[in-house]
């Protein structure tokens, strides 16, 4: 498998998005998103995008860690966590003392962050991690 920075097509992206259980999304809303992100980080088998997360802020204060997805028979694989690293990796070098950091994540993802040093903001919400 090959990490791919900045490498993903919307195409690969609305498809991983749909085997993922995701909903349709049009195909500029995609190609914008994608092409407004600070950080794309897509995990190829092959040609094949299984692994996907991508970074949205500022760049200075805001970071949000989000669009995490992993092909359903990848899970349990440590796809995740290896998206998950390079993402973080991506923070450590790039984000100052008081910016602020936050990871949208739906489970069984939102283990993986708190194994990075994510806590919750709200103990009752399972989508918000800050660190």
């Known amino acids: 498998m090959e990490i791919k920075y900045n490498k993903t097509k919307p195409l690969d992206y609305a498809k991983l998005m749909l085997r993922c259980g995701g909903r349709?999304?049009?195909?500029r809303t995609i190609t914008d998103s994608i092409n407004r992100s600070l950080l794309t980080v897509g995990l190829f088998d092959g040609d094949e995008l299984v692994a996907f997360g991508r970074i949205v802020g500022?760049?200075?204060i805001y970071?949000?860690?989000?669009?995490?997805?992993?092909a359903p028979d990848y899970r349990d694989m440590g796809?995740?966590?290896?998206?998950f690293k390079e993402m973080n990796d991506f923070i450590l070098e790039f984000a100052s003392a008081g910016s602020r950091i936050y990871v949208l994540a739906d489970r069984p993802f939102?283990?993986?962050?708190?194994k990075f040093g994510y806590?919750?903001?709200d103990p009752d919400?399972?989508?918000?991690?800050e660190k």
């Open 63 to 70: 970071f949000i860690l989000c669009d995490i997805m992993v």
């Open 125 to 129: 919400s399972m989508a918000v991690l």
């Open 24 to 27: 349709r999304i049009s195909a």
């Open 58 to 60: 500022d760049g200075c």
């Open 119 to 121: 806590t919750y903001l």
């Open 79 to 83: 796809c995740e966590q290896q998206v």
């Open 110 to 114: 939102d283990e993986s962050y708190l």
